[in-house]
């Protein structure tokens, strides 16, 4: 199976500051990477699917790069409704690993 | 609107089954695969199984020959037969549609619905 490893874990930041979250594969994915967001008691949400394309609706201050073993999710600048957890999962072969979630919380 | 609805959650005892169903509206359901993926409380997402368009499955390990996925496109509904339950299978399991058709590279969950708890306790 390929692992999913994201960093970091948690972090704290300010309405304003840009967020950046790291997420690595085992082994190569391709571009076959996409980003979920989670809020409590909520379903996910797809922000970005193939690494950087933006699914519909979501803000443009969400963006994602990379590819091989490394992507990063950025926020440009957060609003107070982005303080959830952002999970990766790669979608390049079966089981669909995810990463084990990175949790944004206010400072 | 794209719209899926678990249902079928409750408490089972160690061993038990449950069948979990998700119905499916505001899209042609056969031309889509389909996913359940599950998360315990307090930790992270877990993928489960997966059916495409045409019925291909393929599972987690850690389900597989317990759990198993199945879709009736006649009644726009995705399934999950679950046996031999065990304590670490609680969790609130999610269906979610894919992208496209296949299991293929590529595919990603564009709709999610609000999940189904099972408990599985004594």
């Known amino acids: 199976d390929i692992q999913m490893t994201q960093s970091p874990s948690s972090l704290s930041a300010s309405v304003g500051d840009r967020v950046t979250i790291t997420c690595r594969a085992s082994q190569s994915i391709s571009n076959y990477l996409n980003w979920y967001q989670q809020k409590p008691g909520k379903a996910p949400n797809l922000l970005i699917y193939a690494a950087s394309s933006l699914q519909s609706g979501v803000p443009s201050r969400f963006s994602g790069s990379g590819s091989g073993t490394d992507f990063t999710l950025s926020i440009s600048s957060l609003q107070p409704e982005d303080f959830a957890t952002y999970y990766c999962?790669?979608?390049?072969?079966?089981?669909?690993?995810f990463g084990q979630g990175t949790k944004v919380e206010i400072k | 609107e794209v719209q899926l609805v678990e249902s079928g959650g409750g408490l089972v005892q160690p061993g038990g089954s449950l069948r979990l169903s998700c119905g499916a509206s505001?899209?042609?359901?056969?031309?889509?695969?389909m996913s359940w993926v599950r998360q315990a409380p307090g930790k992270g997402l877990e993928w489960v199984s997966v059916?495409?368009?045409?019925?291909?499955?393929n599972y987690a390990d850690s389900v597989r020959g317990r759990f198993t996925i199945s879709r009736d496109s006649s009644e726009n509904t995705l399934y999950l037969q679950m046996n031999s339950l065990r304590a670490e299978d609680t969790a609130v399991y999610y269906c979610?549609?894919?992208?496209?058709?296949?299991?293929?590279?590529?595919?990603?969950?564009?709709?999610w619905g609000q999940g189904t708890l099972v408990t599985v306790s004594s």
């Open positions: 059916i495409s368009a045409s019925g291909v499955t």
């Open positions: 999962q790669q979608s390049y072969i079966t089981p669909r690993t």
């Open positions: 505001g899209f042609t359901f056969s031309n889509y695969a």
């Open positions: 979610a549609r894919a992208s496209g058709s296949g299991m293929g590279s590529g595919y990603y969950k564009t709709n």
